[in-house]
């Protein structure tokens, strides 16, 4: 087994096989006039599935690619190479229409809810819009329908009593219940799976266990799987079921989210989890433990991407490029020197706790 | 020593909505070579102390009623020029938010902090320069950067040209807005390494300002919590996080994930942080406080010792605990 894959009892509902997407980076005109072209390798060969009833975390740096893998799950871009499943159907197959009848149970929320719902229109226009446009997929016709889905959303949501809501603008709602109508506005077309990207990071702190509980809520009582893109480790620590770390477009490590985040295998993920100040003024300060800062997508390095910061490469990482391999359980990690790694990490972090 | 009192300051702005009363009576010290921990949510308030520290508030701020004494000497008292002259910069500098737009992208890195030096200081223009170099070498960006534009810096070293700004005329006292919010985690902890190091070796007394609880038991000794334009609780660091007395620090320590200890379910706060145009009659966390009685929306509480040196705004401050 070289990839993150369910065993046979779980259900799968995305999975996406050596999946690629690269952009061209937009240059100047005489440059483009001169032919000149460089690749953005935002998503560089990724393999894993989804499974019911999971919220799975990509956690990243900004730039890794994990906005671009999210958006690409969704069909929203286009991969270069590599397959895409929604239940078993290759979905990265189908022709655009008939991506449109699937496309209602594969939804998306962004992290901005004050960028991602139109101001001009009120919470049920807003709810109500995507069902109108997929009126044939999802086959409904009549305004009372729309109505009762609408309301069916905002109570799953927690915005009660509706009708208190149908009728406001975004600006009379707050941050968190803003994020709550961008939510409702995917659960309306009765999804099995939603991307939510960063759906919390404008939020305050104090506001924003309201969104993440409706999003585990919705998980144990709907059996919604969620892919959940954060930056912020500790966040995905509480939240999430299995955790991907993706460093330049490549899955490092992959595993149950507490395994990842207590005992990570991969010197990248080792240095994330280092650098996160721990709210505790008499816990463990924060430690550098990678040179450097990310290097952009356009020049990707050799062998193992993470190689020019990684305190453990020797001359194997700057050519080879270590294979995404099982080390037991569901635990994966991508690195030719992890167990060295490891000890030293346990041995600085772990011998006090 | 004390370096800086702040006693009483209250700032509004007039806004088309309304009187906006974003700093209500706030009132703390801070001793040489400490670090303090301005902590709050977006639209606290916690930044308009910060510009009010510098005296950087836009036209539409007006200063009420309050001190802040530097050594002793009213500095809100000091006509502008002379503030410009003898303060800003010389006395008390600021490490702003957002590296990225803080630098002007068309002139040369070095020579943006070349200008901080010779602006606020007499220094001939070829030591500045060689000051300059220094600060790049302090702050971990090499010298043959100095001729750099600031698209030619990543992120992480944007930040470092703005903490080199900020040092340049050695400060006894800086404020950090929010130093590292725009940054990947990985260089945010380089950054606040750096801060740590440079504030201990240069015995430099610093206001850290920022929405992130984490990074505050991360760099200070003493912290204030901000609330609805107010310090609600202050204490020293281990205090605020091991002993809260303010149920808003209380609601804040349970809402946010750690990434060390065991996997739970995070608690919001319910409800919205007040308007500040017409904030809540008495206490201003009343509408939101699980404590809350009839007293707490007809009587002001006020900012009370309830242990030696731990201060609460709360009418209950005693009877409550994580």
Known sequence: MTEPRATTHDEVIMEIQDVKTHFNARLGFIQTLMGKRVLIRAVDGVSCDIRR???????????????????????????TSGSIFYRGKEISALHASQLREIRPKIQIVFQD???????????????????????????????????????????????????????????????????????????VMEPEFIVADEPVSMLDVSIRAEVLNVMTTLRDELDLSFLFITHD?????????????????KFVEVG???????????????????????????????????????????????????????????????????????????????????EEATADFKAKFRKSS | MTLLGVEDLTMHYSTRGGVVRAVDGVSFSLEKGKVLGLAGESGSGKSSIALTLLRLLPSNAKIIHGNMLLDGEDILAIPEPEFRREIRWRRISLISQAAMNSLNPVFRVGDQIKEAITVHSSLPDAQATMAVKRLLGEVGISQDRYSAFPHELSGGMKQRSIIAMALALDPPLVVADEPTTAL??????????????????????????????????EMCDDVAIIYGGQIVEYARASKIFHNPKHPYTIGLIRAIPSIEGEKRRLISISGEPPDLIKPPPACRFAPRCQYATQKCNTEDPVLEEVEPGHYSMCWYARDIHL
């Open chain 1, 53 to 79: 009833k999971e919220i799975f975390g990509l956690a990243g740096e900004s730039g890794c690619g994990k906005t671009t893998l999210g958006r690409t799950m969704l069909m929203l871009e286009e991969p």
């Open chain 1, 113 to 187: 809810p004050y960028e991602s719902i139109n101001p001009r229109m009120t919470v049920f226009e807003i709810v109500a819009e995507g069902v109108h446009i997929n009126s044939k997929a999802l086959d409904v016709s009549s305004d009372e329908k729309v109505a009762s889905m609408v309301e069916k959303a905002l109570r799953l949501v927690q915005l009660v009593p509706p009708d208190q809501f149908t009728t406001r603008y975004p600006h009379e709602l707050s941050g968190g219940q803003r994020q709550r109508v961008a939510i409702a506005r995917a659960l």
């Open chain 1, 233 to 249: 480790l500790a966040l995905a620590k509480h939240i999430t079921d299995r955790l991907a770390i993706m460093y330049l477009g």
């Open chain 1, 256 to 338: 149950k989210s507490e395994e990842v985040i207590d005992e990570p295998l991969h010197p990248y993920t080792q240095a994330l989890i280092a650098a996160i100040p721990v709210p505790d003024p008499d816990g463990r300060k924060v430690s550098v433990l990678a040179t450097g800062e990310v290097p952009s997508a356009v020049s990707v390095p050799t062998g193992c991407r993470f190689h020019p910061r990684c305190g453990y490469a020797k001359e194997i990482c700057e050519t080879t490029e270590p294979d995404l391999r099982n080390v037991g359980g569901d635990h994966f990690v991508a690195c030719h020197f992890y």
């Open chain 2, 184 to 217: 990947d985690v990985i260089v945010q902890a380089q950054i606040l390494l750096l801060l740590k190091s440079i504030q201990r070796k240069m015995h430099m007394a610093m206001i850290i300002i920022t929405h992130d609880l984490s990074l505050v038991a």
